[in-house]
């Protein structure tokens, strides 16, 4: 919701970090796990008729490759034909790299069903790159993934499998195996509980007023949003996302995307890719992911609906056959009357369900997310002229230094006639600083929990306000993130009522 006293340059941030798409896994080849100094084909093979980008490397001929020039491929223009296009990987004239990378820590068993168990581990280090690692079923080599994280399938219902992982560089070299991790396959007589929120839960879907789990029983998520990506991405790493899912007990991560104020407009591949590779990595850790499409700056949705259009598309394409996401098409319209934002809202929901039916769509209210208040407007506009669409929440924002009885009295009412999701909220007032107000703070959180409304809390950073959870420097120096000692008052206050225990009933 709110930008940083002292903006950053995205595009250069970004870049410097590195941040690039997570792809899904894909199957390998079955083969024999080999020994750590074995090289193995690393990349997907080269395919005609198929767009390939600067530094894209592929397969061919037992050979891999990497991209010279953008271009669209023909047949006639395989790699070792088209020097001009291609190079074989590590013929840079620096000799042959024959340094392997580091073995993937922490390997663990994220969920299971009776056919799957999804994996995740921690990253890797090679003194190259890692390019991606593979996955071991028993001994054999059952799966790649470019990530840290995969699910395999094809296994047996009420079984134990042991898995490792090894991780591979540009040149072919594995690392040493991670630890082994045995994984029981559920029984196959339906839906399981798991362990994580994601896994509990499952698929989620509006019944009524509330948000329900894949029991049809009512939930309330409980978690973190993400500062602006333009600015603090650098606070999201595996290590604070470990925390967060591990530390925290979150349920929920609302990845928030600006669009303006140096955000997605300025680079809509790179900001997608960092969107992708974040859902990744809250799948990864039983978490929900929360997209948020955090328009601010006009206040009027539609100013950015064609990008919204091609942002969502692709989202909802990739990711739908996840369980644990939830779209938030619209943060915070304001100075725009509400037939404006459900105009659009009937505009792009389409969009999206072509992709994805059955993901919960969040839609901002007027008003700064406040169901109009905040423009002299209540929620009666959204009662009487509600969105025309199924399997949709309406979203609520407040903060609890600036916004008193007025606006919690309205979330009270309104929350009896639309279903609604708290996408952000701080203790402090509404710039997002200034006193902490934990006293009205913990009265919204009474009536969520009374009501089983899911929030979310502004924000996972350390930038220098005092709703930013960690104190100044803790992103830049990567923690620690787990206990209060670099937390301010608001993060340890937070942190504490997102680590009491769920209940997510399963029958």
């Known amino acids: 919701m709110r930008t940083p006293l002292s903006t950053l340059l995205a595009g250069t941030l970004l870049a410097a970090l590195g941040f690039g798409l997570v792809p899904s896994t894909a ?8 020994a750590a100094s074995t090289s193995v084909a690393a990349y997907q093979a080269w395919q005609p008729n198929t767009s390939y980008t ?49 073995a993937p820590g922490n390997l663990r068993a994220t969920g299971t069903t009776s056919s799957t168990v999804s994996l995740a581990w921690n990253a890797a280090t090679d003194n190259v790159g890692v390019t991606g690692y593979v996955i071991y079923r028993d001994g054999t080599q059952v799966a ?26 540009a040149v072919g070299n594995l690392s040493p195996a991670s630890n082994t991790v045995s994984a029981t396959t559920q029984n196959g007589g ?35 949003s993400s500062h602006g990506l333009q600015w603090y991405s650098h606070c999201l790493t595996n290590a604070s996302l470990d925390a967060l899912a591990g530390d925290w007990n979150a349920d929920v991560l609302r990845i928030s995307l600006y669009v303006q104020e140096g955000g997605y407009e300025t680079n809509p591949r790179m900001f997608t890719d960092r969107v992708h590779q974040l859902i990744e990595m809250a799948t990864a850790r039983g978490m929900y992911a929360l997209v948020d499409w955090h328009q601010l700056t006009p ?46 809202a009937e505009q792009l929901i389409p969009v999206i369900r072509a992709q994805d039916p059955t993901t919960p769509i969040l839609v901002g209210t007027h008003g700064w997310g406040s169901l109009g208040i905040s423009d002299g407007r209540d929620e009666t506009d959204i009662i009487n002229n509600p969105v025309q669409a199924s399997n ?49 703070a913990q009265q919204y959180l009474d009536l969520l929990g009374a009501k089983k409304i899911s929030w979310v809390n502004w924000n996972f950073s350390d930038d220098e306000r005092s709703g930013a959870v960690f104190k100044g420097g803790t992103c830049n120096g990567n923690g620690p993130w ?8 608001a993060g340890v206050w937070i942190r504490d009522r997102i680590r009491t225990p769920d209940n997510f009933p399963t029958s």
Not at 27 to 34: S, V
Not at 198 to 218: D, H, M, S, T
Not at 397 to 412: I, M, N, R, T, V
């Open 392 to 440: 949709i929440m309406y979203t609520f924002h407040f903060y609890a230094a600036s916004h008193g009885q007025e606006y919690l009295s309205a979330l009270d009412r309104a929350s009896d006639r639309i279903p609604i999701f708290v996408t952000e909220f701080g203790t402090q007032e509404a710039s997002g600083d200034g006193p902490n107000n934990f006293g009205r």
């Open 299 to 344: 206040g009027d949705p539609n100013h950015n609906l064609a990008a919204a259009k091609t942002f969502f598309t692709e989202i909802a394409q990739r990711h739908r056959d996840k369980t644990n996401l939830l779209y938030d098409i619209a943060n915070e319209p304001n100075n725009v009357s509400w037939s404006r934002v459900k105009s659009y």
């Open 54 to 102: 600067v530094g894209t490397r592929v397969s061919y001929g037992g050979k891999d490759y990497e991209c010279l020039q953008s271009h669209t491929s023909l047949t006639g223009w395989e790699p070792p034909n088209t020097p001009a296009l291609w190079k074989p990987v590590g013929d840079s004239g620096g000799g042959t790299d024959t340094t392997a990378p580091s």
């Open 144 to 169: 790649t993934a470019s990530g840290t994280s995969s699910t395999v399938g094809g296994l047996a219902a009420s079984t134990t499998y042991g898995f490792t992982v090894r991780a591979r560089d």
């Open 190 to 224: 339906g839906p399981q509980p798991g362990t994580t929120p994601a896994a509990i839960n499952g698929r989620l879907k509006v019944c009524g007023l509330k948000l329900c789990n894949q029991y049809g029983r009512p939930i309330q998520l409980r978690g973190m």
């Open 482 to 489: 787990a206990g209060t000692g670099s937390l301010k008052p």
């Open 27 to 34: 199957l390998a080849a079955t083969e024999p796990a080999p």
